[in-house]
């Protein structure tokens, strides 16, 4: 029988620790520049390229310049090709895409066009494609629709939370009475509902695409029970400023909704639940989870732990930290920071992470890159391991 040499043995033994090191890398997918990038979606294909969308202008909801851009990762080349333009309404801005792959293997892109340029005015549309694993330029649509939803009882659940708000003179308080009028008008509740975070199919094929409204600040579930093709609106998920939901499903099929905080002080994530698939949610309670006011993202590992990427802050967004709970998000043991330190304040702005796990195992992180040169989408490779080992000694 043939013996390995002791060299031999020593190679392998280098090659195993060096394959069980913690993993992390970034790069810029495109190099800073002045004109706005911000808000990315990122999916892994199944040829393992990586694509990445973001919106692209002179600005947000007033500039009618505003397109979806994207960018493709080769898995041969190591390299991201140039942007193209992936959703384009001319004269009108383009704004919040995400993707997600459906277990058919069909890649769908969604995001909202501003009408009039308030966030309120939002139309939602989505594409479907099979043909999307092209080496440069947009994927072929075979499919493209509006998604437009009538919220479940929503007069009943926003009175339900806002009817409790009382003035000093013991009155329901304006502003609550103003979001119980508006909650009752068959227009404004069925429009201005648009996406930010990832899509979730469940395991009974059911899709849910997470939106939320800033008229309201309120979140919601569309839901799809065709594959796609119609969609149906859940009940709101109602709360002070709970805005941008994403969602990640327990073991015992609960679905848990942590939102972005546009309420007032303290600044936290907040937090929902839902029993029957996504169709009525909790009111939107806050949890222990820093928030300023802007984006976060969590799925959950093949492993069952959860990842979470979000703003450590109560204010400004110049710190950004990835966190794992093995608990399904009763505690969060572990953190490390992506960009920027909560402890050293800068005009730079780490924020709107999109966070998926592809074949391999390893963590994608994408991320709006604020700083003085200009606006970038940042891309980072990640292992689990990484994170665990946490934030280096300073």
């Known amino acids: 029988m043939r013996t390995l040499s002791v060299a031999t043995l020593a190679l392998l033994a280098a090659a195993i620790c060096a394959s069980a090191q913690p993993l992390y890398k970034s790069e810029l997918i495109f190099p800073v520049e002045k004109i706005h990038n911000h808000s990315s979606s990122i999916v892994e294909l199944p040829n393992g390229d990586l694509l990445v969308c973001w919106f692209h202008g002179s600005g947000e909801r007033t500039a009618d310049d505003v397109v979806i851009n994207a960018a493709r990762y080769s898995h041969k080349t190591g390299k991201w090709g140039t942007p193209f333009i992936i959703a384009d309404t001319p004269g009108f801005p383009d704004t919040n895409p995400t993707m997600f792959i459906d277990s058919k293997q069909r890649l769908f892109l969604l995001w909202p066009t501003i009408i009039a340029h308030q966030w309120e005015t939002a139309l939602m549309k989505y594409r479907i494609s099979t043909n999307y694993q092209q080496e440069s330029g947009p994927p072929v649509w075979e499919h493209q629709d509006n998604i437009i939803l009538i919220p479940k009882n929503m007069g009943d659940k926003t009175r339900e939370v806002f009817g409790k708000l009382t003035s000093a003179e013991g009155t329901i308080g304006d502003r609550a009475k103003k979001v119980i009028e508006h909650a009752d008008d068959m227009y404004f509740s069925r429009m201005g509902w648009f996406t930010r975070t990832h899509p979730l199919e469940l395991p009974s094929g059911r899709?849910?695409?997470?939106?939320?409204?800033?008229?309201?600040?309120?979140?919601?579930?569309?839901?799809?029970?065709?594959?796609?093709?119609?969609?149906?609106?859940?009940?709101?998920?109602?709360?002070?400023?709970?805005?941008?939901?994403?969602?990640?499903?327990?073991?015992?099929?609960?679905?848990?909704?942590?939102?972005?905080?546009?309420?007032?002080?303290?600044?936290?994530?907040?937090?929902?639940?839902?029993?029957?698939?996504?169709?009525?949610?909790?009111?939107?309670?806050?949890?222990?989870?820093?928030?300023?006011?802007?984006?976060?993202?969590?799925?959950?590992?093949?492993?069952?732990?959860?990842?979470?990427?979000?703003?450590?802050?109560?204010?400004?967004?110049?710190?950004?930290?990835?966190?794992?709970?093995?608990?399904?998000?009763?505690?969060?043991?572990?953190?490390?920071?992506?960009?920027?330190?909560?402890?050293?304040?800068?005009?730079?702005?780490?924020?709107?992470?999109?966070?998926?796990?592809?074949?391999?195992?390893?963590?994608?992180?994408?991320?709006?890159?604020?700083?003085?040169?200009?606006?970038?989408?940042?891309?980072?490779?990640?292992?689990?391991?990484?994170?665990?080992?946490?934030?280096?000694?300073?």
Do not use: C
């Open 207 to 394: 899709i849910l695409a997470p939106m939320y409204s800033d008229g309201y600040s309120f979140g919601i579930m569309a839901i799809s029970d065709d594959h796609g093709y119609t969609w149906t609106g859940s009940e709101p998920i109602v709360g002070f400023g709970g805005v941008q939901p994403s969602v990640v499903r327990k073991k015992d099929g609960t679905l848990v909704a942590y939102l972005r905080d546009n309420g007032p002080a303290p600044k936290r994530a907040q937090f929902s639940f839902s029993k029957d698939d996504g169709v009525s949610w909790a009111p939107a309670t806050d949890t222990e989870i820093l928030n300023p006011g802007t984006s976060l993202e969590v799925i959950a590992l093949r492993n069952g732990d959860w990842i979470m990427v979000y703003n450590d802050l109560e204010a400004k967004r110049y710190s950004l930290v990835a966190a794992i709970s093995d608990d399904e998000g009763k505690s969060w043991k572990w953190r490390r920071h992506l960009d920027g330190d909560p402890s050293i304040v800068v005009t730079n702005e780490y924020h709107y992470p999109s966070v998926m796990q592809a074949k391999d195992g390893t963590i994608h992180v994408t991320y709006s890159y604020f700083v003085e040169a200009g606006k970038s989408i940042k891309h980072a490779q990640l292992s689990e391991d990484w994170i665990k080992a946490g934030d280096p000694a300073k």
